[in-house]
T-cell receptor, first 113, second 113 residues
Framework: EAQVTQNPRYLITVTGKKLTVTCSQN?????MSWYRQDPGLGLRQIYYSMNVEVTDKGDVPEGYKVSRKEKRNFPLILESPSPNQTSLYFC????????????FGQGTRLTVV | DQQVKQNSPSLSVQEGRISILNCDYT??????FLWYKKYPAEGPTFLIS?????DKNEDGRFTVFLNKSAKHLSLHIVPSQPGDSAVYFCAASAGGNTDKLIFGTGTRLQVFP
């Protein structure tokens, strides 16, 4: 089954404690992205990757890091989480970037206290 | 500055009637537009898209209209069904070899019997 898998689904952490949210896709897609969803703000892109070792900033990259060492994986790293990073995060992949449909994971609800 | 706007946070429609969801954009460089549907506790799923070289695209009950001069697009659902109740996001892409997508804030559609 074609899917994008995020882990964990729920996470509560404390300010400043480094964390990683993993994302994996089994569709051999070249493009992968991270988004955050906040009330009244919709979905905002954090980072995207066009291929292995190729990443670029989205609209809200501050406080986040990503890496793309393998085609299937695109982890999101919060080196020093802060309460304003409390949000619902989605990973997505697509075969052709902005011109093709993206497949989204089920989301990770992160709370930073 | 919000480049993609969905000015109606919510819409309520009776089953069997037409649902019209609207989206406005400001960036004339956008050349591809997509609609996604999101149910609670799930990731967004692709619904329909349109290229800027077209003014209409139809897929079953779903039709997207694009008015480039007005920088406006709309999604029509006919007939509306209770299963269509979800949050709908429009998204815009400037294409090229990137995965950069700008989403609107979403419209919550409720279809009642």
């Amino acid at each position: 089954e074609a899917q994008v898998t995020q882990n964990p689904r729920y996470l509560i952490t404390v300010t400043g404690k480094k964390l990683t949210v993993t994302c994996s896709q089994n569709m051999n897609h070249e493009y992968m992205s991270w988004y955050r969803q906040d009330p009244g703000l919709g979905l905002r892109q954090i980072y995207y990757s066009m291929n292995v070792e190729v990443t670029d900033k989205g609209d809200v990259p501050e406080g986040y890091k990503v890496s793309r060492k393998e085609k299937r994986n695109f982890p999101l790293i919060l080196e020093s989480p802060s309460p304003n990073q409390t949000s619902l995060y989605f990973c997505a992949s697509s075969s052709g970037g902005g011109y093709t449909e993206a497949f989204f994971g089920q989301g990770t609800r992160l709370t930073v206290v | 500055d919000q480049q993609v706007k969905q000015n109606s946070p919510s819409l309520s429609v009776q089953e069997g009637r037409i649902s019209i969801l609207n989206c406005d954009y400001t960036n004339s460089m956008f050349d591809y537009f997509l609609w996604y549907k999101k149910y609670p506790a799930e990731g967004p799923t692709f619904l329909i898209s349109i290229s800027s070289i077209k003014d209409k695209n139809e897929d079953g009950r779903f039709t997207v209209f694009l008015n480039k001069s007005a920088k406006h697009l709309s999604l029509h659902i006919v007939p509306s069904q209770p299963g269509d109740s979800a949050v709908y996001f429009c998204a815009a892409s400037a294409g090229g070899n990137t995965d950069k997508l700008i989403f609107g804030t979403g419209t919550r559609l409720q279809v009642f019997p």
